[in-house]
């Protein structure tokens, strides 16, 4: 059963920093992985998707990685700024037929 | 193009009371979710449907039924609430392809007293 791990919980960092969210997973098998992000009070918004065919994607200041053989993606935010703060879930599935599993999230902090 | 619809937002109900949470999609998704959030614990599945007429378990379905006679309508039936059953709840939805995103709606909040 796949397993998603998000680390660290939690995480402050001062405006302009750029960072890197880490995402584990236990099973290689992946169809594909989405990095959501999640506002306090309001559902997940969808920032990036990559197949498991791709090794990378990028939108604007984020930049996601896939790395199915050490089981890790990472999503790269650039200049970092204070509205960058929320919380963070990576997911991944097996198949087109399976759910998404997510990982807990990190809730990142923008301190200006 | 309204994406993913819930209603209700916000709902309080007595132990023993059942309701329906209501989620409808116009993207012509395949395939919905219902997901309950607790802080701390992450995202867990409820119940899931590849298609109309088909629905399936997930990792927590006690208390809790789905049907899904329309493509567009998910429906998540709580029966006899209960404390434990106090959770905010994300219907979502998605096509099968690779490149299917999976879209949220903004959540129904429920509290059982």
């Known amino acids: 059963k796949q397993e998603v791990t998000q680390i660290p919980a939690a995480l402050s960092v001062p405006e302009g920093e750029n960072l890197v969210l880490n995402c584990s997973f236990t099973?290689?098998?992946?169809?594909?992985l989405q990095w959501f992000r999640q506002d306090p009070g309001k559902g997940l918004t969808s920032l990036l998707l990559?197949?498991?065919?791709?090794r990378e994607q990028t939108s604007g200041r984020l930049n996601a990685s896939l790395d199915k053989s050490s089981g890790r993606s990472t999503l790269y935010i650039a200049a970092s700024q204070p509205g960058d703060s929320a919380t963070y879930l990576c997911?991944?599935?097996?198949?087109?037929?399976?759910?998404?599993?997510f990982g807990k999230g990190t809730r990142l902090s923008v301190i200006a | 193009n309204a994406g993913v619809t819930q209603t209700p937002k916000f709902r309080i109900l007595k132990i023993g009371q059942s309701m329906t949470l209501q989620c409808t999609q116009d993207?012509?998704?395949?395939?919905m979710y219902w997901y309950r959030q607790d802080p701390g614990m992450g995202l867990k599945l409820i119940y899931y449907?590849?298609?109309?007429?088909?629905?399936d378990k997930g990792e927590v379905p006690n208390g809790y039924n789905v049907s899904r006679s329309t493509t567009e309508d998910f429906p998540l039936r709580l029966e006899l609430a209960a404390p434990s059953q106090t959770s905010v709840y994300f219907c979502?939805?998605?096509?099968?392809?690779?490149?299917?995103?999976?879209?949220f709606g903004e959540g129904s909040r429920l509290t059982v007293l």
């Open positions: 099973d290689s098998a992946i169809y594909n």
């Open positions: 990559i197949q498991s065919s791709q």
């Open positions: 979502a939805s998605k096509t099968g392809l690779p490149t299917g995103e999976l879209f």
């Open positions: 449907s590849v298609g109309a007429g088909i629905t």
């Open positions: 997911a991944s599935s097996n198949s087109g037929n399976t759910p998404l599993v």
């Open positions: 993207m012509n998704h395949n395939y």
